[in-house]
């Protein structure tokens, strides 16, 4: 049975935004603006219902999705495009697949002590990000 996900996550670290971003040709100067934020987490997790919130003080991102169904996506917040998207359960992960302009982007959740993981994909690129949870 998947872990249930639900929670207040605080940004801890992460490794090749940069790159990532790159892989999505997001400009430089949103790029520069990016490697500044310490985005948050919040996710609401009520069976195959799900709301996965990305805070900043930039911008904040609201993805709701039912596990398993495909639906389209809109990031003309994230890169001006939308793509259609599934979001499934790979045993105790949480993946995301976005189909779309660019190939091979997606995301996986997983948490370990406490620590929710994030790994973004797109192209060749992949960053991980960490959060720890606070209530």
Known sequence: MPPNLTGYYRFVSQKNMEDYLQALDINVALRKIALLLKPDKEIDHQGDHMVVKTLSTFRNYILEF????????????VDGRKCQTIVTWEEEQL??????EVPNRGWRHWLEDEKLYLELTARDAVCEQVFRKVR
Request: aromatic share 6%; net charge negative; charged share 40%.
């Open 95 to 100: 993946v995301c697949v976005q189909k779309g």
């Open 66 to 77: 039912e596990v398993g169904v495909e639906f389209e996506e809109d990031l003309r917040i």
